[in-house]
């Protein structure tokens, strides 16, 4: 009978928990989902200025004892989460659970590898619980969208990709040609190198072609580049337009339920009401 009130008692208490750690819907449940992500955030912070030596050696031994406060903080909620979970395994190996874990262990392997400790800004991505906070779940549906257009238009970029490399390669052996180890271009890799950069507008200037006619292939290169940047954006916004006329399509009509419709097509065709 004791034992019976006390395993109540505690299933009790694990749903409290498990309410204001995983909910939302509740005020102690949002208060403590915005303390953490606040916590989160300056923990970040003070890894970042950690690493910037001026500040570390006027503030290190306190930004130190800061990076252990909120360690010992997330470990503790990261054992809170397993305890109120009915499944702590599933947790523990889902995408935030691997995050939370992610998010403690640099501090404790710092101990035993120093320099570790700046990992910690992957804490950063624990900031994505602030979806749920702002009731931001309804818009996962287009970021699904989203994927689906990248994984659907995969085989062209691949394709285009391909042909952007084989591109470089051909410019790169020209220019070593026309340029020389005089000029810089010691080797074809290195060559193929500035054709990269050139291709891409990023422009280092590390290395620069000087005969007339180096200089006029640099002028083609950066002429193709700029066309080829448009290239993938236009693959994707493709892909993207023809999964949502799709989705307009195969949207299901409330009376009859066909679902064959054309993509602009506000009533059903079949038995004309409002879609």
């Known amino acids: 009978m004791h ?20 909910g939302t819907e509740t005020a102690a449940g949002k208060t403590f989902d915005v303390l953490l992500i606040a916590s989160i ?4 912070m003070v890894v970042m200025l950690d690493s910037v030596k001026a500040v570390a050696a006027e503030y290190g031994d306190f930004l130190y004892g800061l990076e252990w406060f909120f ?11 397993l305890f ?29 590898l120093p320099g570790t400790q700046f990992l910690l800004v992957i804490r950063i991505i624990r900031v994505l ?10 818009y996962i549906g287009e970021a699904n969208l989203l994927i689906q257009a990248l994984k659907g238009s995969s085989r062209k970029i691949m394709v285009f990709l391909f042909t952007v490399l084989i591109l470089t390669i051909v ?35 590390d290395i620069s072609p000087q005969t007339s006619l180096g200089q006029a292939l640099a002028a083609v290169v950066m002429i193709i580049g700029y066309s080829i940047i448009a290239v993938p954006t236009g693959i994707v916004t493709a892909e993207i337009t ?9 949207r299901p009509c409330p009376d009859c339920g066909a679902s064959d419709h054309i993509a602009e097509a506000e009533y059903c065709q079949y038995c004309g009401a409002k879609l």
Do not use: H
């Open 84 to 112: 109120c979970v009915g499944r702590p395994i599933r947790y523990a190996t889902s995408f935030f659970g691997v995050i939370d874990l992610l998010a403690i262990l640099p501090t404790y392997l710092s101990v035993l």
């Open 171 to 205: 410019f790169g052996s020209l220019i070593y040609l026309l340029e020389g180890e005089e000029n810089g271009f010691t080797s074809i890799p290195r060559s193929i190198y500035w054709a990269i950069v050139t291709m891409t507008t990023v422009g280092y200037g």
């Open 3 to 22: 034992n019976t009130y006390q395993n109540q008692v505690s299933r009790g208490w694990r749903q409290r928990l498990r309410i204001i750690i995983f």
């Open 71 to 81: 360690t010992v903080l997330f470990t503790i909620e990261y054992l809170l989460r």
């Open 242 to 250: 023809q999964r949502f006329n799709r989705e307009l399509s195969n």
């Open 41 to 44: 955030i300056i923990s970040v």
């Open 129 to 138: 619980r602030v979806f749920r906070v702002l009731k931001l779940v309804p």
